[in-house]
């Protein structure tokens, strides 16, 4: 592009296009800056006028009365436990699945490739499926949330496109060496998919993380609940917990605290992602980018 | 994979034996020499048969008087009569109408903002400021969507910002999250808020692949970047135009019910109902597992109509490429 000249419409037309994108990036990060700002406020000021910049209203009440109650950690620390054996058995699944798929001459490997592939577009349906998780005796156990998402068809054929693209002499020359095909995946070919196992192993965390419906039905006990149900009860539906108000505190007052402890909360549980992302940002543009070039 | 040795075996067997290797005797030989490959297979077939297979056969609920005691397969039949009671609910029109308008104008207004966004991004020269601008409007993409459904009721509330702002002009808040009126907007706005970003990466990475001859012989010629924008780039983002269409009109019926049920309040139910959350309340909250089983088999079955429809149509008005 910089071999380029430009005409003095085209500086015109570019001079619109970087306000656009300037209004863009504000709109962008003004939502976010403002929840940091108002988590520090102290809760009559939030109330009654906003954000203040001046340092007199500033307090950090907000995050010593959400770590007052042990609810966040314990979401914190389940969620961490949900998202790591998940994104771990998906990809340890995708993986084992891919490679037999990417071999062209396997056996039945058309129709295998087609019973994963429906599954895509048809479903049993929310009510079946709970009723097997149900039958399976996994309610109200870790395995609900872990298991049945583990087969990711979109990941196993990210994998085998993978897979495909690695070169066929390494297996090849395994193989004349007396390698059996278990020997070829683990020790040839998943150490060369580092990349794509990474890659699918960050969409899978970040998914698991902040998803919370399938624990929303599949969990009624408290002590599972992942981080994102806990965030639920407290900026959905109003209720933190007594600890963070404390006790004998005034109808009025209440109100006030409440609303700085959303504040505080959506601040507390966003930064674990928000200070990894960009070290992990070009990973996940790969994951999107490889996923263009579907087989 | 090419199992040479293998090849060379038969090839020698055959030249020396004479006798040709039926076609049956060569598929045993590659199911005894791939046996590793489909244990590996297993995991994945087993839980996929489990976890989508047995849910698809639990889908006949539909048609049954489902009673527990009994089980799925010994519950009696009734035939079309949850889907007939669905159609003939006055719930009906309200859950098809909401459902249809909230992805309906989704995928009308949030289209087109990702594909523009990629070409403004284009248009930057320096790679190191882009890059940074993308690190910042991908950003929203990883709020997990209760923060961002948290955000909107504090940023709407009557004594949010957004309302201290109207209050002072008007003199009065409007209620956003109680009035059925606002559900859509707010739904789609804040969508394409936090997806705007994210959703360009694609557009963007094929800009970035369009070879730079191209810019160079129209500059030649004496195109102006509105022009180069249109005679190149557009053409470029043709084909993820298409499939990306097809896709999200092969969703319409599979609205993001995370986002709507929580965004739900008691007051904004009219336009905010649709038919996936309609399906977790009826079956999971109130217990009528057969009804709503049914009402997520019609929607499903909508959908994958609507996926064939426009991938035809698209099929057709893009000289034979579909999906």
């Given at each position: ?76 620390m ?15 699944v ?22 994963f ?74 150490p ?83 200070v ?20 | 994979?090419?199992?040479?040795s ?144 948290g ?23 409007i ?44 500059n ?15 053409p ?19 609205v993001?019910?995370?986002k ?10 009219p ?12 079956g ?40």
């Amino acid at each position: 592009m910089d071999m380029q000249t430009y005409t003095k419409f085209d500086k015109r037309i570019m001079r619109v296009n970087r306000i656009i994108i300037a209004f863009l990036v504000l709109i962008t990060i003004i939502p976010l800056i403002y929840v940091v700002i108002a988590s520090f406020m102290d809760p009559a000021t939030l109330i009654n006028k906003g954000i203040s910049f001046n340092p007199r209203d500033w307090t950090t009440q907000g995050y010593r009365r959400v770590f007052a109650d042990s609810s966040i950690l314990r979401g914190f620390m389940n969620s961490l436990f949900y998202s790591f054996t998940f994104s771990f058995l998906t990809v340890l699944v995708t993986m084992l699945t891919a490679y037999p798929l990417s071999k062209k001459d396997l056996v039945g490997r058309n129709v295998i490739t087609m019973f994963f592939v429906i599954t895509m577009f048809v479903g049993g349906g929310l009510i079946p499926t709970y009723l097997i998780i149900k039958d399976l005796g996994m309610l109200d156990t870790p395995w609900a949330l872990i298991v049945p998402g583990a087969v990711n068809v979109w990941n196993i054929i990210l994998a085998r496109t993978y897979f495909n693209g690695l070169p066929k002499e390494l297996s090849e020359a395994a193989t004349i060496d007396g390698a059996n095909d278990l020997q070829i995946l683990f020790k040839i070919m998943l150490p060369l998919a580092k990349p794509i196992m990474f890659v699918l192993f960050l969409y899978a965390f970040v998914g698991q993380w902040n998803a919370y419906f399938d624990a929303m039905i599949y969990l009624k006990n408290p002590d599972l609940q992942p981080l994102q149900l806990v965030l639920r009860n407290i900026l959905i539906q109003n209720q933190p917990s007594q600890d963070m108000i404390g006790a004998n505190t005034a109808m009025a007052e209440m109100k006030q605290i409440a609303e700085l402890i959303k504040y505080s909360t959506i601040v507390i549980s966003s930064l674990p992602l928000i200070v990894m992302y960009p070290f992990f940002q070009k990973y996940f543009d790969k994951g999107i980018l490889v996923g263009s070039i579907k087989g | 994979m090419e199992n040479s040795s293998e090849i060379q075996n038969q090839q020698s067997l055959k030249a020396t034996s004479g006798v040709r290797i039926s076609k049956w005797t060569k598929t045993k030989n590659r199911l005894k020499r791939d046996k590793w490959l489909y244990v590996l297979l297993l995991p994945g077939v087993i839980l996929t048969i489990i976890f989508k297979y047995f849910p698809m056969y639990g889908a006949i609920i539909a048609f049954k008087d489902y009673n527990p005691m009994l089980g799925i397969t010994a519950s009696p039949w009734v035939g079309l009569q949850h889907f007939k009671d669905f159609i003939f609910s006055p719930n009906f029109s309200m859950l098809l109408t909401n459902t249809l308008k909230i992805s309906i104008y989704g995928l009308l207004l949030g289209f087109l903002p990702p594909i523009i966004l990629a070409i403004s991004l284009n248009q930057i020269i320096s790679k190191k400021i882009r890059q940074k601008l993308q690190l910042i409007l991908y950003a929203p993409n990883f709020i997990s969507v209760v923060i961002i459904v948290g955000m909107l009721f504090l940023f709407l509330s009557a004594n949010g910002p957004i309302n201290s702002l109207i209050t002072k002009i008007t003199g009065h808040p409007i209620l956003f999250m109680s009035n059925p009126g606002y559900f859509r907007s707010i739904y789609i706005l804040s969508g394409i808020w936090q997806g705007i970003g994210w959703s360009s990466i694609l557009y963007t990475a094929t800009l970035a692949g369009v070879n730079s001859d191209l810019y160079e012989a129209a500059n030649l010629d004496g195109a102006n970047i509105l022009q180069r924008i249109w005679h190149i780039d557009l053409p470029a983002l043709r084909p993820i135009m298409v499939i990306n269409f097809i896709l999200s009109a092969g969703n319409i019926m599979n609205v993001g019910y995370e986002k709507a049920f929580l965004m739900q309040t008691s007051m904004n139910i009219p336009t905010s109902e649709i038919i996936s959350t309609y399906v977790y309340k009826i079956g999971l909250q109130s217990g009528d597992y057969a009804y709503s089983a049914a009402v997520g088999l019609f929607n499903m079955v909508i959908n994958v109509v609507l996926l064939v429809i426009v991938n035809g149509i698209t099929k057709k008005l893009n000289d034979g490429e579909g999906l």
